[in-house]
T-cell receptor, first 111, second 114 residues
Framework: RKEVEQDPGPFNVPEGATVAFNCTYSNSASQSFFWYRQDCRKEPKLLMSVYSSGNEDGRFTAQLNRASQYISLLIRDSKLSDSATYLCVVNEVFHGQNFVFGPGTRLSVLP | NAGVTQTPKFQVLKTGQSMTLQCAQDMNHNSMYWYRQDPGMGLRLIYYSASEGTTDKGEVPNGYNVSRLNKREFSLRLESAAPSQTSVYFC?????????????FGEGSRLTVL
């Protein structure tokens, strides 16, 4: 079983749609959680951290359920520029930091 | 604002050749990482360095060696390249510590082994 799993995708949605991505992780000792965005042939970049209380940044809302080991990302009023691959990332902190990446879910927002 | 710089951006090797990927960061970060990304696999950790002078194996270290030359630089060496090492390689750094979560990536190095 993979340590971090995500919806396989791709998701093709019209502009203005709301889309939700799901992620599960296997290591209950994981300390911190993130969503990264990766554009085609580019490096990943941090989209947002995910906190236990849930957090929102404009059109983006992230939720964490530690009991279920589940993370979600909701994008409202999607824009063409939201087209990218979204990576769920879990940080297993021990003597250093071990960032474990999910395989990513590709989103295409269509005009 | 260089951030993380890695070179070369593209490289084609023949099986058995060796090469070194260079990475440098100017953010005074303690931790540095080398990942490879293959289609459908996500990013997989090859090696990481939690601080200057230390290196540790990640998920897929076989066929690679690393050197943390100083706090800024972390290089990845392929001693005898194989076609299975065809991939996109990303160097990254982070500030370290339990509450520091952001990884900063270089632009990637696309390696093809024929």
């Amino acid at each position: 079983r993979k340590e971090v799993e995500q919806d396989p995708g791709p998701f093709n949605v019209p502009e203005g749609a709301t889309v939700a991505f799901n992620c599960t992780y296997s290591n209950s000792a994981s300390q911190s959680f993130f969503w990264y965005r990766q554009d085609c042939r580019k490096e990943p970049k941090l989209l947002m951290s995910v906190y236990s209380s849930g957090n929102e940044d404009g059109r983006f809302t992230a939720q964490l359920n530690r009991a279920s080991q589940y993370i979600s990302l909701l994008i409202r009023d999607s824009k063409l520029s939201d087209s990218a691959t979204y990576l769920c990332v879990v940080n297993e902190v021990f003597h250093g930091q071990n960032f474990v990446f999910g395989p990513g879910t590709r989103l295409s927002v269509l005009p | 604002n260089a951030g993380v710089t890695q070179t070369p951006k593209f490289q084609v090797l023949k099986t058995g050749q060796s090469m070194t990927l260079q990475c440098a960061q100017d953010m005074n970060h303690n931790s540095m990482y080398w990942y490879r990304q293959d289609p459908g696999m996500g990013l997989r950790l090859i090696y990481y360095s939690a601080s200057e002078g230390t290196t540790d194996k990640g998920e897929v270290p076989n066929g690679y060696n690393v050197s943390r030359l100083n706090k800024r630089e972390f290089s990845l060496r392929l001693e005898s390249a194989a076609p299975s090492q065809t991939s996109v390689y990303f160097c990254a750094s982070s500030g370290g510590g339990r509450d520091t979560g952001e990884l900063f990536f270089g632009e990637g190095s696309r390696l093809t082994v024929l």
